[in-house]
């Protein structure tokens, strides 16, 4: 079971189904289920980007929703979204591609989708890269995953 950890609050906009692009500057040739981990960081610029990604597609996604405080925040494991494709065409510096107003050039651009957030976060500490969970963290996953 493989994982990505965000700085928060970019977990809770993956998770909540907000931001619909990951950029990486990586690529993989996995696809499939990726857990989405809060680190305990904070990108306190996080959410006013994604207010102007909001005004840029025209619809109100509910940004304003979203907790401005840390504190507010929770660490751990907050879900699941399914990687499906990833584009890499803006790494050409002449290229430019459609992906989504959260795509930013010259990065991979892994587009995210069956947003799926748990009850509750599951404790778990971070990694770089798509890590592989401990086998005691993705048995409780699965448990909440089979709860439907
Ligand atoms: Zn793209």
């Not at 950029?23 to 980007?49: C, I, M, Q």
């Not at 947003?115 to 509750?120: G, I, K, P």
Request: charged share 25%; with cysteine; aromatic share 8%.
């Amino acid at each position: 079971m493989r994982a990505l950890s965000y700085t928060r609050p970019w977990a809770e906009l993956v998770v909540g189904g907000f931001k619909d692009i990951e950029n990486r500057p990586w690529t993989t040739d996995y696809r499939g289920r990726v857990l989405v981990h809060a680190a305990k960081s904070w990108d306190h610029e996080a959410l006013d980007f994604a207010e102007i990604v909001e005004a840029q597609l025209g619809r109100n996604l509910g940004v304003r929703d979203v907790p401005r405080a840390a504190a507010d925040h929770p660490t751990g494991i907050l879900g699941t979204v399914e990687l499906l494709d990833i584009c890499s065409v803006t790494i050409d510096p002449r290229r430019s591609c459609r992906c989504s107003p959260w795509a930013v050039d010259g990065q991979h651009h892994w587009q995210l989708g069956n947003f799926r957030r748990f009850a509750a976060p599951i404790p778990c500490r971070g990694a770089l890269g798509l890590w592989r969970v401990p086998a005691d963290i993705a048995a409780a996953i699965e448990r909440e995953v089979a709860r439907g």
